[in-house]
């Protein structure tokens, strides 16, 4: 009997110290972007998405601003730490918004490259989380 339980035990020891590490590392960089960045994505009724960026350190030495997903990417270089871009987009998806992730491609001066990807969502809803990474 103790013979099976000692590998569970193990087991199970193991996976609260992995739990642990990838839940617990990453938690105050990702705090520390949350803090430095607002990016949003709202679709409106009259057919365009507007897209805000704001690096509150004004740190950004370029943003790769993506939607994917689109019949013909769209894709925009800014120089700025804070920009908003309007871009035409005559209806709702038909499989959802979530097809057409935006994501930001971030040269910054502390932080150095990171990615910030997010989802479209239609003016009066909750914006998506947004994932942070490096790319």
Not at 58 to 80: A, C
Request: glycine share 6%; no cysteine.
């Amino acid at each position: 009997m103790p013979k099976k339980i000692i590998p569970t035990i193990s087991l199970g020891l193991i996976t609260v110290f992995a739990i642990l590490f990838l839940t617990g590392t990453g938690n105050d960089d990702k705090e520390i972007l949350r803090q430095t960045f607002q990016i949003d994505a709202i679709y409106y009724d009259s057919g365009h998405v507007e897209i805000s960026y704001l690096d509150k350190s004004k740190q950004t030495d370029y943003v790769i601003l993506e939607i994917l997903g689109m019949d013909e990417s769209f894709q925009k270089t800014f120089s700025e730490s804070e920009f908003i871009e309007i871009v035409p987009f005559p209806n709702s998806p038909k499989y959802g918004w979530p097809v057409h992730p935006v994501v930001f491609d971030i040269k910054h001066q502390e932080f150095g490259m990171i990615q910030l990807k997010t989802e479209i969502h239609p003016l009066g809803e909750p914006a998506p989380s947004v994932i942070y990474g490096k790319p």
